[in-house]
């Protein structure tokens, strides 16, 4: 694992939740759509949420302990940091480019059940 990807992985998921509710409140977005596009996302529930915000789980562990990935991530395209996301390799990495571009689109306005390709 490259240091990138080491300084990447230990990034807490509180703050960068916390990163994530301020980009997208700006734009007139809610918290509550913030969790539920991180519900679909991966499997996470209001409380299983709140508990990886409260212990200060890095990135790696939070994907590493989410209940169920959701298999139309796969859908998930475009560029985060000039990079595809669709093809990253490692990963844990790519699920991280993966909630990004899904809060990207949030903040964008796009709706719901696009975001969640449904």
Not at 22 to 46: C, M, P, Y
Not at 59 to 86: D, H, M, W
Not at 93 to 110: C, H, P, S, Y
Request: proline share 2%.
């Amino acid at each position: 694992m490259d240091s990138d990807h080491t300084r990447l992985f230990n990034y807490t998921f509180g703050k960068i939740y916390v990163l994530y509710l301020q980009k997208i409140e700006r734009k007139g977005r809610s918290k509550e759509e913030l969790d539920q596009v991180l519900f679909w996302l991966t499997g996470h529930n209001a409380q299983s949420l709140a508990e990886a915000i409260a212990d200060e789980r890095t990135l790696e562990a939070f994907f590493a302990r989410a209940p169920k990935l959701n298999p139309a991530k796969s859908l998930i395209t475009g560029v985060i940091c000039g990079i595809r996301v669709q093809d990253i390799d490692n990963e844990t990495v790519q699920n991280i480019r993966f909630m990004d571009k899904l809060v990207d689109e949030l903040a964008k306005g796009k709706a719901l059940n696009k975001i969640m390709r449904s």
